[in-house]
């Protein structure tokens, strides 16, 4: 998002950490898209580790003692919820608004999981926390430029909170057992975010999110965030094509914490666009060297951050290497940007005395491996010290009662994900009920956003849903799930996969067991007067119309 740089006037130390963070910040929050086979409908996928809470080594004086073991209760957990309220959307618009939900918290709250949901058409958002009286105005969408806000005054005003894994409508980051994001007192959260409707007919989606706070008594280590982006990137015209940064992160802490690395690694999400296909995160340095800690291959819509229990222990390494792989099947090369431009960013959330960002400005071809041409260049590594709010709990609060802040009106009775409904069969359907209209409706605004069903690399369930020749590809489609019922049966919608999938929040397979209902990674199923025009053009014989 382009907006000028935080207006409100600063003191000295602000300005400083400011100029010093300028590299370091500016899209910290950016997070996964591209195109990928889905799972099984019924698989569960998770990126958390397994084991305990590694101890922290120090860095930053992260680990509370809280003098003996602690027994942990119900009310020491707790859960807030936050409507921000409905986007609407004219057919095909576009829009970045910001926006901004004041807690009234008296007292420093420490978030263990984030939770973000909404009904498609948030292609991303990056979250921050701030003090009250930054970018000041009303809570709800604003204008960004109107309030002087930027993703890189936010950052240094307060700290990283979350970041939206690109076009997921249901995005959890939940970090270890005692690992928390701080939010301080008397903060708020505001966030910029990306809407996008690509179908012909207007489109509203709601925004909520949910904290789930632990006791202070329970915190280990409050986390701060770090960045690794590769911005010279020349994607050529129908090649795959990888680039490697190498970041070494050691010089760089040492001389701003005055130790040896010793970053401790919880969480991280990536981020790159439609055309991406492959990224990986590996140690550099050190008795690791080599050992890649994260890999993810293409899209799935999903929540695409990894939590990291025990972390990763970075102590002796020198840094990371990332690499971001492309498959760009378009017949013009691609370079860095938004729209139909690509991103190569990654965010961690690590227990680290050092705020740091890696950033190369300038790579090189290295050579060609299996057909993919090898990019790969030096980190540019900036840091600055982890914000003084970003404190372990004091003896005072890890003495108290859990603190939870009073809710917005509206928010006191609000599940943290909206409630999955069934589509009624007799809500009348958006008209015409047509394989063209739906497409431009339906199909263009769910399955082909997040590239799952579209694009020229692997396709989920190999089915392409794109509008050139979709009827054949409907009629004729294998279905690749547990089911006797092909994917559309003309004149009877009810022995239709396809429409089981969209219209029952718990379609059953085959054997009788619920799968996933579409759209993939979605808290509700679409807006039932499309899937009802979907239900009335099979009923009318499924045509090619």
């Known amino acids: 998002m382009t907006n000028p740089l935080l207006a409100p006037r600063m003191d000295v130390r602000s300005m400083s950490r400011r100029r010093a963070a300028a590299a370091l910040v500016v899209g910290l929050g950016l997070c ?3 195109s990928k086979d889905l799972p099984a409908a019924n698989d569960e996928t998770t990126g958390a580790g397994t084991g305990a809470v590694g101890t922290s080594s120090g860095s930053g004086s992260t680990t509370a003692d809280t003098g003996g073991d602690t027994e942990t209760t119900p009310e020491d957990r707790a859960t807030i919820v936050h409507s921000f309220g409905v986007v609407d959307l004219a057919p095909l618009e576009e829009t970045q608004p910001c926006v ?37 105005g009303d809570d709800g969408y604003f204008d960004c430029d109107a309030r002087g806000f930027t993703e890189l005054g936010a950052a ?3 700290t990283v909170l979350f970041a939206q894994s690109t076009q997921s409508r249901i995005d959890e980051q939940r970090l270890p057992e005692g690992v928390v994001v701080k939010i301080p007192p008397r903060h708020k959260v505001v966030a910029g975010g990306h809407f996008l409707n690509l179908s012909d007919s207007p489109y509203s989606t709601e925004l909520r999110m949910a904290f789930d706070l632990i006791h202070p008594k329970d915190v280990e280590v409050v986390t701060a965030p770090f960045r690794l982006t590769y911005t010279d990137l020349d994607i050529p015209a129908n ?6 940064g190498n970041c070494n992160l050691a010089g760089t802490y040492e ?10 690694l919880y969480y991280i999400t990536p981020h790159y666009h439609y055309l991406g296909n492959y990224f990986d995160l590996t140690l550099s340095g050190g008795p690791r060297d080599g050992e890649s800690v994260f890999r993810f291959d293409g899209f ?6 990894q939590a990291f229990d025990p972390p990763v222990d970075l102590t002796g390494a020198d840094g990371f290497r990332f690499t971001c792989g492309y498959d760009n099947w378009r017949n013009e090369s691609v370079g860095w940007g938004v729209g139909d431009q690509e991103m190569c960013v990654m965010l961690g959330l690590a227990d680290s005395a050092v705020l740091m960002d890696g950033t190369v400005g300038a790579g090189a071809i290295v050579g060609e491996q299996d057909g993919i041409v090898m990019n790969e260049g030096n980190c540019q590594v900036i840091g600055l010290p982890k914000n003084d709010a970003q404190t372990l709990p004091s003896p005072e609060e890890i003495a108290a009662a859990l603190y939870v802040p009073p809710s917005s009106p509206g928010d006191a009775e609000l599940p943290p994900v909206p409630e999955c409904v069934d589509v009624d069969p007799e809500h009348p359907p958006h008209e015409p009920a047509t394989l063209g209209s739906i497409s431009a409706t339906l199909l263009e605004s769910t399955c082909l956003f997040s590239s799952c069903h579209g694009g020229d690399g692997a396709m989920a369930g190999g089915l392409d849903l794109r509008p050139d020749g979709l009827h054949a590809r409907l009629m004729n489609h294998a279905v690749a799930g547990n089911t006797d019922l092909p994917l ?3 004149g009877d919608p009810d022995g239709s996969w396809l429409y089981r999938r969209i219209a029952d929040c718990a379609p059953l397979d085959g054997d009788g067991n619920p799968v996933q209902h579409m759209p993939f990674n979605a808290p509700t199923l679409s807006r039932p007067e499309l899937v009802t025009k ?6 009318a014989g499924a045509a090619d119309d």
Request: net charge negative; glycine share 10%; with cysteine.
């Open 32 to 34: 996964a898209c591209g």
């Open 255 to 264: 001389g701003q914490a005055g130790k040896p690395l010793d970053l401790q």
């Open 488 to 490: 559309v049966a003309p």
């Open 534 to 539: 979907v239900r009335a053009w099979i009923e």
């Open 300 to 305: 799935n819509a999903g929540s695409n951050g």
């Open 239 to 244: 090649r795959e094509a990888w680039f490697t």
């Open 156 to 158: 240094v005003e307060g």
């Open 100 to 136: 901004q939900w004041t807690l009234d918290n008296e007292a420093a709250l420490y978030v263990q999981t984030v939770r973000l949901t909404n009904d498609g058409a948030s292609h991303h958002s990056n979250w921050f926390v701030v003090p009250e009286n930054a970018f000041p």
